[in-house]
Structure formats: structure tokens, C-alpha cells
Nanobody, 125 residues
């Protein structure tokens, strides 16, 4: 069992930055690929960024490439998402997720076993 807790969301203006953090507890953190997803009302949960078991491989959805950076700290059992140059279309509830099976998941939400409760990010224009 892995428990995930997100923090760092808020209301910002377009062009600002935010750093989200996901704290993991429970089973061995190093055995999980981690990801951030986001969801807006009426839409399906969307993959944003993934980091592999090893932390050496990352992947991003096209709309955030060059602006967002995912990272993990094994000592602290955290996964962060640094979001720069935020746009109104980045608005949504951001979820942290853990995958216990795939070293580098494809980005499908079905691959992830554990989810946090989410943190709201609102970007105003």
C-alpha cells in the first residue's frame, strides 16, 4: 500500500510559477514509477509528466514540454512538479500517481495503482 499526498497548488496569474509536491509513504518508494496527471471538469484525467523507477527517464505531454519539470527525491520520498510559464489552460486538479508494475509507464491512467487526493491549480489570464 502506498499513500500519496499532494501539496503546493494555488491561484496564480499567467506566466507565474508553482511547485507541486507529492509525499509518498508506505511501501518501498524506489519500486514505483511516478507521475502527475491533471483533470478539469467534464474532461478525462490527462497525463502531464512521468518519471521512471530510476529517476533517469522522464516524459511529458507536449503542451508542457519546456515549461514543466518532474523530479524525485528518494531520501524524502517525494516527487515534485516544477511548473513555469503557467497558462490558463494549465488550470485543473493535479494528481500524483504511482505505478508498481512498469519501470516507465506509457501515460495511461489505467497503469497506475495509487492516487493522491489532488491539489487545485488555477491560472488566471
Amino acid at each position: 500500500q502506498v499513500l500519496l499526498a499532494e501539496s503546493g497548488g494555488g491561484v496564480v496569474q499567467a506566466g507565474d510559477s508553482l511547485r507541486l509536491s507529492c509525499a509518498a509513504s508506505g511501501r518501498v518508494f524506489t519500486k514505483y514509477a511516478m507521475a502527475w496527471f491533471r483533470q478539469t471538469p467534464g474532461k478525462q484525467r490527462e497525463f502531464v509528466a512521468i518519471i521512471s523507477w530510476s529517476g533517469g527517464v522522464t516524459s511529458y505531454t507536449d503542451s508542457v514540454k519546456g515549461r514543466f519539470t518532474i523530479s524525485r527525491d528518494y531520501a524524502k520520498n517525494t516527487v515534485d512538479l516544477q511548473m513555469n510559464s503557467l497558462k490558463p489552460e494549465d488550470t485543473g486538479v493535479y494528481y500524483c500517481a504511482a505505478d508498481s508494475v512498469h519501470a516507465l509507464p506509457s501515460g495511461s491512467s489505467e497503469e497506475f495503482d495509487y492516487w493522491g487526493q489532488g491539489t487545485q491549480v488555477t491560472v488566471s489570464s
